[in-house]
């Protein structure tokens, strides 16, 4: 098996370039990615009003959802490589791929959702356990956990523990799944890949994993209804991200 090399164009400014590809992306066939868009929005909507006085939950949840959004966008890579190869992939398309059961996309994207739950149960346990007062709702975690002078430094411990599940999921997967979408090697191959790009690039990497946290939260913040375009944009991104990470190839062989 012979592996291309790099490539040697990727700066702390690709990131950027990745969102602009995604954005032509987006304009050029809107639906799927309108659609994915909306439909997360509204679940985020639900989970948001379903949980609304249990803050001490949701902020697990939300940022938890970074680390199974990988999964959320199959869809959204497979439009963006039949836009790269000239054609508009239908929304039965992406109905047969989310129906397809590949065992490598369900073996992946379980090991995702678990750690997406590990984190949801670590941060409401912390919260709980360790907020001078029940935090039930947003300014409550701001005025607990956030501003509190607390003796065990409760929100830094918070980002610390957030930050340790996140960064190997996000190193693990920035690759891995656009690579299960397009080519056929197995879930063990695909995480190596994701680990060699990100031991290659580390900067520009850092800096796309800031760009998404700052979407995201840009989106959330604007009462979820950014997430509508903000996250196919990053879909669509997430694939032009891993052709360059992967120096464009298509085949091993």
């Given at each position: 098996?012979?592996?291309?090399?790099?490539?040697?164009?990727?700066?702390?400014?690709?990131?950027?370039?990745?969102?602009?590809?995604?954005?032509?992306?987006?304009?050029r066939h809107p639906l799927p990615g309108l659609?994915?868009?909306?439909?997360?929005?509204?679940?985020?909507?639900?989970?948001?009003?379903?949980?609304?006085?249990?803050?001490?939950?949701?902020?697990?949840?939300?940022?938890?959802?970074?680390?199974?959004?990988?999964?959320?966008?199959?869809?959204?890579?497979?439009?963006?490589?039949?836009?790269?190869?000239?054609?508009?992939?239908?929304?039965?398309?992406?109905?047969?791929?989310?129906?397809?059961?590949?065992?490598?996309?369900?073996?992946?994207?379980?090991?995702?959702?678990?750690?997406?739950?590990?984190?949801?149960?670590?941060?409401?346990?912390?919260?709980?356990?360790?907020?001078?007062?029940?935090?039930?709702?947003?300014?409550?975690?701001?005025?607990?956990?956030?501003?509190?002078?607390?003796?065990?430094?409760?929100?830094?411990?918070?980002?610390?523990?957030?930050?340790?599940?996140?960064?190997?999921?996000?190193?693990?997967?920035?690759?891995?799944?656009?690579?299960?979408?397009?080519?056929?090697?197995?879930?063990?191959?695909?995480?190596?890949?994701?680990?060699?790009?990100?031991?290659?690039?580390?900067?520009?990497?850092?800096?796309?994993?800031?760009?998404?946290?700052?979407?995201?939260?840009?989106?959330?913040?604007?009462?979820?209804?950014?997430?509508?375009?903000?996250?196919?944009?990053?879909?669509?991104?997430?694939?032009?991200?891993?052709?360059?990470?992967?120096?464009?190839?298509?085949?091993?062989?």
């Amino acid at each position: 098996m012979t592996v291309p090399p790099s490539p040697t164009n990727i700066t702390l400014i690709s990131p950027l370039r990745w969102l602009v590809a995604g954005c032509a992306d987006l304009r050029r066939h809107p639906l799927p990615g309108l659609l994915h868009g909306l439909l997360i929005a509204a679940f985020a909507a639900l989970l948001l009003w379903g949980a609304r006085d249990r803050f001490w939950l949701l902020a697990g949840a939300f940022s938890g959802f970074l680390i199974v959004a990988p999964v959320l966008a199959t869809g959204l890579y497979a439009v963006s490589r039949g836009l790269e190869q000239g054609r508009r992939v239908s929304l039965g398309e992406i109905g047969r791929l989310w129906c397809s059961a590949d065992t490598r996309l369900v073996r992946f994207g379980l090991l995702l959702g678990l750690a997406g739950t590990g984190w949801v149960l670590t941060s409401a346990a912390l919260i709980t356990l360790y907020a001078p007062q029940p935090v039930q709702r947003p300014q409550d975690f701001l005025q607990h956990v956030l501003l509190a002078a607390h003796p065990f430094g409760l929100f830094e411990a918070w980002l610390l523990l957030g930050g340790l599940l996140a960064a190997p999921m996000f190193a693990s997967s920035v690759v891995a799944m656009p690579l299960l979408l397009d080519r056929p090697v197995s879930v063990g191959t695909a995480v190596r890949r994701s680990w060699s790009a990100v031991a290659s690039h580390p900067g520009p990497v850092a800096v796309w994993a800031l760009l998404i946290l700052l979407l995201v939260a840009l989106g959330m913040a604007s009462a979820l209804l950014g997430l509508v375009v903000l996250l196919p944009l990053l879909g669509h991104a997430s694939w032009h991200a891993y052709r360059d990470l992967t120096g464009g190839e298509r085949q091993e062989r």
